[in-house]
């Protein structure tokens, strides 16, 4: 579930043009005649845009494609179509694409952030590391870079390391939903259930309704021996997400049983 809320994070840490109309992504051909090639790009990007808020992995990256091939060194079309092949899955793509845009700009924390981030997705740690620490390097105050980078340390098994960026993170920004998810489940790993209740919670207050967080701190309640509590968040994380067999498995040990 941490790798599923990784993948969201990098779409949103890449740069983005101004958002289109709703349901104009499939919208086609994308060049009206006349335009020019500021033109065609700024249009382009806007479509991109609305691809990637209804979730279209495959047209975002055939109009980012677009883009490269109009202009080949904008930076901005390389984060977005990286960070839709990491959204896809398809890791080796994505991290060309940002490695290829730090090659273009090696002064942008946003390309070293996603690259990365998209590095923990492929778990290829160390690598993760160095680059968010770059990252960090180039803008101190990146409180998701921290908070990432504690992630591949969690991976690591460095909880030490993990919990301290955690804290910087947190400290320079404390609404970044990720760092006190992933900070619970630290603590929820380490049998800490009350702190893990606590991150869970702040989390929650910052992403209502979240089945992965619900499903968290469930457990931990679960672990304190808050069976009516760890009921009802597993409750609603079924609710929200029926399929999740874990959820299910929650409320069936701990539902009351008929005499």
């Not at 500021?38 to 495959?58: H, M, P, Q, S, Y």
């Not at 730090?102 to 942008?108: D, V």
């Amino acid at each position: 579930m941490l790798r599923l809320l990784l993948l969201a994070l990098v779409l949103l840490g890449a740069p983005t043009a101004a958002s289109a109309a709703p349901g104009q992504c499939r919208n086609l051909p994308f060049f009206a005649e006349g335009l020019s090639k500021e033109d065609r790009v700024t249009a382009l990007f806007k479509r991109g845009a609305d691809c990637i808020k209804e979730g279209n992995i495959a047209q975002t990256v055939a109009i980012f494609s677009e883009v490269i091939g109009i202009d080949p060194g904008n930076v901005d079309a390389y984060l977005n179509r990286g960070s839709a092949y990491v959204q896809s899955a398809q890791f080796e793509l994505g991290l060309s694409d940002f490695s290829h845009a730090i090659r273009l700009k090696p002064e942008s924390e946003a390309a070293w952030y996603n690259r990365g981030t998209a590095f923990i997705a492929a778990r290829q740690y160390d690598q993760a590391i160095a680059d968010l620490s770059e990252t960090i390097r180039l803008k101190p105050d990146f409180a998701r870079a921290y908070c990432n980078r504690a992630l591949a340390y969690m991976h690591k098994s460095d909880y030490d390391q993990a919990l301290s960026d955690f804290e910087a993170g947190i400290k320079l920004n404390s609404s970044v939903m990720i760092c006190y998810f992933a900070r619970g489940d630290l603590y929820l790993g380490r049998n800490e259930y009350r702190k893990a209740v606590d991150d869970l919670t702040r989390a929650l207050a910052l992403q209502p309704g979240n089945p992965a967080i619900l499903l968290k701190r469930g457990q931990a309640y679960e672990g304190l021996g808050e069976r009516a509590s760890a009921l009802e968040d597993f409750q609603a994380a079924l609710a929200s997400a029926p399929s999740s067999r874990l959820a299910q498995e929650g409320v069936s040990r701990l539902s009351p049983k008929e005499p």
